[in-house]
């Protein structure tokens, strides 16, 4: 079985300081880990993906997730906020190399920047 | 090359009406998937179609919801009666065939039942 914490609901950062979204997973296979976001009105766009190459994972848009299989974690982290970074993030675990099965996602965690 | 799309993107139905939602995939992806979130809940697996067989429908609520993909190319998804609950956004992706992961989805279906 597998299954996806997304430890804060609502994240809340002022433009140009950093970005943490935490996500713990369970997974009875070694998993792909991936990174969705989903801004308003818009469809789910992957960020980055986790599929058992390097732990560190660079996306689009500066965001970037470590692969920690000791801590079952893989947050998302930027740098540097920016206004359009504004959106509903989700993480997802799929056993790897799934051959087309299903998604498991997090609850989603909505990050606001402030001015 | 054209993402997934969905229509329609809003629909506003009363309790006991049928709705017909519709996914048309990238072109040459053999899994198409349906997905729902309900409620600002995690958003769920529904069902998994290969071509036009279902291979997973394991997330299938009732049977008020029936699933097609006639000829492995789009697929409807039909609520019949629609209930309250039935409330939410309604996702379809798709992914090629093979040793692949990643799955692309599309913009998504609002579906408010009244």
């Known amino acids: 079985a597998q299954s996806v914490t997304q430890l804060d609901s609502h994240v809340s950062v002022s433009e140009g300081t950093p970005v943490l979204l935490r996500c713990n997973y369970s997974s009875s296979y070694s998993p792909s880990l991936f990174w969705y976001v989903q801004h308003p009105n818009k469809g789910l766009q992957l960020l980055l993906k986790?599929?058992?190459?390097?732990?560190l994972v660079k996306g689009i848009n500066g965001f970037e997730a470590e692969f920690k299989k000791s801590e079952t974690s893989f947050h998302l982290t930027k740098p540097s906020a920016h206004m359009s970074d504004a959106a509903e993030y989700f993480c997802?675990?799929?056993?790897?190399?799934?051959?087309?099965?299903?998604?498991?996602f997090g609850p989603g965690t909505r990050l606001s920047v402030l001015p | 090359e054209a993402g997934v799309t969905q229509f329609p993107s809003h629909s506003v139905i009363e309790k006991g009406q049928t709705v017909t939602l519709r996914c048309d995939p990238i072109?040459?992806?053999?899994?198409l998937y349906w997905y729902r979130r309900v409620m600002g809940k995690e958003i769920k697996f529904l069902l998994h179609f290969v071509k036009e067989s279902k291979q997973d429908e394991s997330g299938m609520p009732n049977n008020r919801f029936l699933a097609e993909r006639t000829g492995g190319t789009y697929s409807t998804l039909k609520v019949q009666p629609a209930e309250l609950e039935d409330s939410g956004v309604y996702f379809c992706?798709?992914?090629?065939?093979?040793?692949?992961?990643?799955?692309?989805f599309g913009p998504g279906t609002r579906l408010t039942v009244l």
């Open positions: 992706a798709s992914s090629p065939l093979g040793w692949t992961d990643t799955q692309y």
């Open positions: 986790y599929t058992s190459a390097a732990t």
């Open positions: 997802v675990v799929s056993p790897q190399g799934n051959y087309g099965q299903n998604f498991v």
């Open positions: 072109s040459g992806h053999d899994n």
